[in-house]
């Protein structure tokens, strides 16, 4: 449907101080912009995702599907210090001709926002009709939606929150830990940490799922115990899975840019005053079974922001039901926005 695209730009300032001398951003389009840009769809990914959707949201992003692109532009950009073709660890420091590696300064997620508003300006984009995430992509959504609230029209936000919680903090400490076992950290090489890598998903998969799904997805079919267990085989697999598509200073770099997700940061002094400062119409999908972002978040989040609607969504597969149960988010975003046909 579409190739990986690149754009380079000068000086980028952080939040957090300090800067990348330049950022380059991978991303992919799909369809054609209107005259009036009516529809325009911006799609933010999540965590170890890239540019993409067509593949990873293939279910909502396609022709025929939800977000066909004989209807709509599609844009998608893979997030600042990933390993997807975005100005990252591994990527070339200018300054020094070197790899970034564990130099690569701290970034947040107002950091992502923010080279999105430059690719925005750099495509010609001036209105986008929906932003669309789930879990770290409802983060940048939001933060996009205060950033940038006469740009961004529309919002969906899935198994997501406001402000990272310390459950969320926790959980991503514990990763890093998992990687920094690993005797091979701190070596400046691609391969560093990559058994650490390994292990960190495990743990991650305990909370992208949930008791209930192992129990009916991974159950024994024989009492045979001189193997292992059919559970302990699939994490192996997941772990393995991912440690060769993905990078391990990128991980750790991106858990730490979750951590910084707060949308009242230096604007109001509460979540809740934030919350009612946003204008967008505004549909949040929680999962019902979701460990990781549990639909406490969601629920307040619909408390607070004026013009939302809230839909909760009955799914076996926990915090990774976003990614899986596309007829159910197609039914309630067709259902809740009136130009999206």
């Known amino acids: 449907m579409s190739e990986k695209q690149f754009h380079k730009f000068g000086r980028f300032e952080l939040e957090l101080g300090g800067y990348l001398p330049e950022l380059t951003l991978a991303y992919h389009t799909y369809g054609k912009m209107n005259d009036d840009q009516s529809n325009v769809v911006w799609v933010c990914h999540a965590l170890t995702a890239n540019s993409d959707p067509a593949v990873w949201w293939d279910g909502l992003v396609g022709e025929g599907k939800l977000f066909d692109p004989n209807k709509y532009f599609i844009v998608c950009a893979n997030i600042l210090g990933s390993c997807y073709g975005t100005t990252g660890p591994l990527s070339i420091n200018p300054e020094t001709g070197k790899e970034y590696y564990y130099s690569f300064p701290d970034v947040t997620i107002r950091d992502v926002v923010n080279s999105f508003v430059l690719l925005r300006k750099h495509l010609g984009i001036e209105k986008i009709k929906m932003a669309i995430g789930g879990s770290c992509g409802g983060y940048q959504v939001m933060e996009w939606g205060m950033m940038e609230p006469r740009v961004i029209e529309n919002m969906s936000i899935l198994c997501s929150s406001p402000k990272e919680a310390p459950w969320g903090v926790a959980i991503h400490s514990v990763h890093r830990s998992a990687i920094e076992l690993d005797a091979t950290w701190g ?36 009492e045979n115990i001189s193997k292992d267990f059919k559970v302990t085989t699939y994490l192996k697999y997941q772990g393995d899975k991912l440690a060769k598509r993905f990078n391990a200073i990128s991980y750790h770099k991106l858990t730490k840019v979750l951590d910084t997700h707060n949308i009242a940061r230096n604007r109001y002094d509460t979540i809740e005053e934030a ?26 989040m619909k408390d607070n922001i004026p013009n939302c609607e809230y839909h909760e969504i009955e799914s076996l597969y926990g915090h990774d039901g976003f990614l899986i149960e596309n007829d159910k988010i197609a039914e309630s975003i067709k259902g809740y926005f009136d130009f999206i046909k």
């Open 187 to 222: 070596e400046e090489t691609k391969e560093a940490g990559f058994e650490g890598m390994k292990r960190a998903r495990q743990v991650g998969l305990l909370f992208y799922r949930n008791h209930e799904a192992y129990n009916e997805r991974q159950k024994e079919e024989s």
């Open 275 to 300: 919350l009612a400062s946003i204008g967008q119409k505004t549909l949040i999908i929680g999962i019902h079974s979701d460990l990781l972002c549990p639909i406490s978040e969601q629920l307040h």
